[in-house]
């Protein structure tokens, strides 16, 4: 039994290769696009300023800062908090601006496995 598409539909060989060659256009821009995101930094700060943490694009954490007034000795748990959530924070934003960068070149477009590579 022969299947018969709609017009438009597989639209022979021509077709077929513009859309290999779209496919590996947006390959090549989400690697470009990678690339550069992995080279950013990015400063987040906790507790209103008091811890301040300085991430790049690859999620490692490069420095982290503490104003003199957050160190008490007698309440390091507050301190250990602190670190915690900016450092979750400096991770959501990577994430947040990388898939949003994405989004960009692939429209509309599900992809799966998109969201692992960040």
């Given at each position: 039994m022969k299947v018969r598409l709609p017009q438009g539909v597989g639209g022979g060989p021509s077709n077929m290769q513009s859309m290999i060659r779209q496919a590996q256009k947006m390959q090549e821009d989400m690697a470009a696009k990678q690339e550069e995101l992995e080279g950013r930094e990015y400063?987040?700060?906790?507790?209103?300023?008091?811890?301040?943490?300085?991430?790049?694009?690859?999620?490692?954490?490069?420095?982290?800062?503490?104003?003199?007034?957050?160190?008490?000795?007698?309440?390091?748990?507050?301190?250990?908090?602190?670190?915690?959530?900016?450092?979750?924070?400096?991770?959501?934003k990577v994430e947040s601006t990388a898939a949003a960068e994405?989004?960009?070149?692939?429209?509309?477009?599900?992809?799966?496995?998109?969201?692992g590579i960040f």
């Open positions: 400063e987040i700060s906790a507790g209103g300023g008091v811890v301040n943490v300085k991430i790049n694009g690859k999620k490692e954490v490069l420095s982290v800062k503490l104003a003199p007034e957050i160190v008490d000795p007698d309440d390091i748990e507050t301190l250990e908090d602190l670190v915690v959530a900016a450092v979750n924070e400096a991770i959501k994405m989004q960009q070149i692939t429209g509309s477009m599900s992809i799966p496995g998109l969201p």
